[in-house]
């Protein structure tokens, strides 16, 4: 088509050649033409200096009319192409969000994604604070100082603490000439040393509640339009569901509904996931409906034509599907999402199951054939359904474990509980099946968390049958076995590897009654007690199990405690008080060196003389030398270890009078 703007522009610049005046009907057309075009607004510009250069006239007027009503239709489709860019952008965003985990990550990603859409300087993220009651900076993107990261707003008090309060979006073009707001000092401060001019927040809710604030900042003076203010309170909107599902996590209709959701938008958004959708609609119902992990296995094996399997977190494999065989060693996961491993012909591959931080082990896939990307996705979507399973499972199994372990509160209480009703309790909950002997456990653990060792004994009585609960500072376990030396030889280590900790356990056994339960706790909670006092922790024991120690304590009483005491240490111990002397530590050190007093002064850093000197005064204080030969000397050395006991366990609990 000729360049009718070019010839206009010739006349209207007096070249020769011009072209006849066009009528009102080309006009109109060429108008019709530019908006059909989507033409840009230059040639808009130059059709309208047409209009202006023909005679005046009422078909002039209508055309100005015709052309003032373009432009708004111009402006309407304008408006309209923003509103379609800014959904599309909104959908982009809620995929890419869904395919975070990571609360943090999550937050971060829609930051970064709300600078991008409304194009400004700087983008914050508020919450406000459930304790403090104020407003802070969660996550900041584009800030130029820290003053403005820190930043801390009372409620009512500048943009975020306005939005908090009232619940609605607020802009303005300068912050600090706005008379609307009300505005902290400290705030202000912050904002002009980071140059902000234009604010815009949003509300981010929680139901009714609103818990933070969505920002966008610019440098310069900027009045946001009613689109811009839609966006941005959908991005907000954004950060609402992505803190709510954090905080909801834990609750398995809630993570049902978003896996569902996410499969739906997913195969919505890419034609290639069709496959992993329908998997998805098969695999959901399992999880809903609670089917065991066996069950999902097998339906995964059909989807894939191979061989699934389940594999615990400790490497044991929980489920196979069918008669199917796995390769041997059995296959471990990898950093990533999901890898193949090595072995030729099948091919193997395997995918983490994980709850948020929590792992539950790893599915294994045996195939003939390398699977397609929908079938990795729907492999990774059964690791995700497998993991919710195990996560209602854990929380049905946590209800479970509260009961039992009020049980076993009443039953170690130390008010004596009505044995009768008790027995009764036990029989009905199905916690214990007193018609066996069990053995009671007492565990403490060092570099790790009491929670952490109470989660490994849950996990280990899930398997073995019994009861772990807490009770007293002390992790305790009723295992159905009449073994406790068996027990003993084994729990600490078991505990041990499940936790990454060192762990101490005193063992007590058999137990046949509740009442006899309650006898064995004393016992295993005094043998925990004695491990401790003699250093021997990481290890798991029977009373029977400390030695010479052991059997002196089991069959003695307090008196003759006392009087072996008196008869050994207690006037050493008296002279090194009255005299400020070290006949104790000198003493231990001479047993501890074979009765050498050479050795003994270098373990002191003394003197050999000094030692020498000690030991005769030792002679002076107990008035004879017999505890230099051999049978003397393992009565000393005997009452040194009582001492140290004692000092750290009350001689009551270390030697229990009869019938308590």
Do not use: K
Not at 172 to 194: C, H, N
Not at 320 to 345: K, Y
Not at 495 to 513: K, S
Request: proline residues 5%; hydrophobic residues 45%; charged residues 25%.
């Amino acid at each position: 088509m000729p360049d009718q703007t070019g010839d206009t522009a010739a006349a209207a610049t007096g070249r020769s050649g011009p072209r006849p005046p066009e009528t009102a009907e080309e006009l109109a057309a060429r108008l019709l033409r530019l908006l059909a075009t989507e033409a840009p607004a230059v040639e808009f510009e130059a059709l309208a200096a047409v209009v202006e250069a023909s005679p005046p006239g009422p078909r002039r007027d209508e055309m100005f009319l015709a052309l003032g009503s373009a432009g708004r239709v111009r402006d309407l489709l304008a408006h309209r192409r923003r509103r379609e860019r800014a959904a599309l952008a909104l959908v982009e965003s809620a995929r890419d969000l869904a395919s975070l985990h990571d609360v943090d990550e999550v937050l971060e990603a829609l930051v970064r994604r709300t600078r991008q859409l409304l194009r400004t300087d700087a983008t914050y993220l508020a919450l406000r604070d459930p304790d403090l009651g104020d407003v802070y900076m969660r996550i900041t993107l584009g800030t130029l100082t820290r003053a403005i990261e820190t930043i801390r707003q009372p409620v009512g008090s500048g943009i975020g603490g306005r939005v908090v309060a009232t619940g609605v979006p607020f802009a303005t073009a300068d912050y600090l000439a706005d008379p609307r707001l009300r505005r902290d000092p400290d705030v202000t401060d912050a904002v002009v040393e980071d140059g902000i001019v234009s604010i815009a927040g949003a509300p981010v809710r929680r139901g009714d509640e609103v818990i933070g604030v969505l920002f966008v900042a610019n440098r310069y003076s900027r009045a946001f339009d009613s689109a811009e203010m839609d966006l941005l309170c959908s991005l907000a909107d954004h950060a609402s569901i992505v803190i709510g599902n954090a905080e909801l996590f834990q609750r398995a209709e809630r993570t049902a509904a978003e896996l569902r959701a996410a499969n739906d938008e997913l195969a919505e958004r890419q034609r290639a996931l069709e496959r992993a959708g329908a998997a998805h609609e098969q695999l959901m119902p399992l999880a809903l409906r609670r089917a065991d992990l066996g069950e999902l296995v097998d339906t995964v094996a059909t989807m894939l034509s191979g061989t699934v399997a389940a594999i615990g977190t400790d490497g044991s494999v929980l489920v196979t599907s069918g008669d199917g065989d796995l390769p041997s060693p059995v296959p471990q996961p990898r950093d990533d999402a999901h890898a193949a491993l090595p072995g030729g012909v099948p091919t193997c591959w395997t995918v983490p199951v994980r709850a948020g931080d929590t792992s539950f082990g790893h599915l294994v896939l045996v195939t003939d054939e390398v699977p397609s990307d929908a079938d990795v996705r729907t492999f990774e979507r059964a690791a995700q359904t497998a993991a919710l399973m195990l996560l209602l499972d854990q929380q049905v199994g946590a209800a479970e474990h509260q009961v039992r372990g009020e049980l076993l509160e009443d039953l170690l209480a130390e008010r004596e509980p009505d044995w009768a009703a008790l027995t009764r309790r036990i029989r009905s909950s199905g916690a214990l099946d007193l018609r066996v002997a069990h053995t009671v456990v007492v565990a403490t653990a060092t570099g790790v968390t009491r929670a952490a060792l109470l989660r490994a004994a849950t996990t280990h009585v899930g398997v073995r049958g019994g009861l772990a609960a807490e009770h007293g500072g002390r992790v305790v376990m009723v295992l159905p076995r009449p073994d406790p030396d068996a027990v003993a030889r084994t729990i600490a280590v078991d505990l041990g590897r499940l936790t990454g900790g060192l762990v101490t356990a005193g063992v007590a056994g058999p137990a046949d009654t509740a009442a006899d339960l309650r006898t064995r706790h004393r016992e295993a909670q005094r043998t925990l007690r004695l491990l401790v006092a003699l250093g021997r922790d990481g290890e798991g024991a029977c009373p029977t199990d400390l030695g010479m120690l052991g059997v002196i304590l089991d069959g003695t009483t307090q008196h003759q405690i006392r009087a072996l005491l008196a008869r050994t240490v207690e006037p050493l111990r008296r002279y090194d008080i009255d005299h400020n002397a070290l006949l104790l530590d000198t003493l231990d050190a001479y047993f501890a060196t074979g009765q050498n007093p050479r050795a003994a002064a270098r373990r002191l850093q003394v003197h050999p003389n000094t030692v020498y000197q000690r030991l005769d005064r030792i002679d002076q204080v107990l008035g004879h030398r017999r505890w230099r030969e051999t049978q003397g000397g393992v009565t000393m050395q005997l009452g040194l270890q009582l001492h140290r006991l004692t000092t750290q366990i009350p001689l009551e609990e270390l030697v229990p009078a009869p019938g308590t």
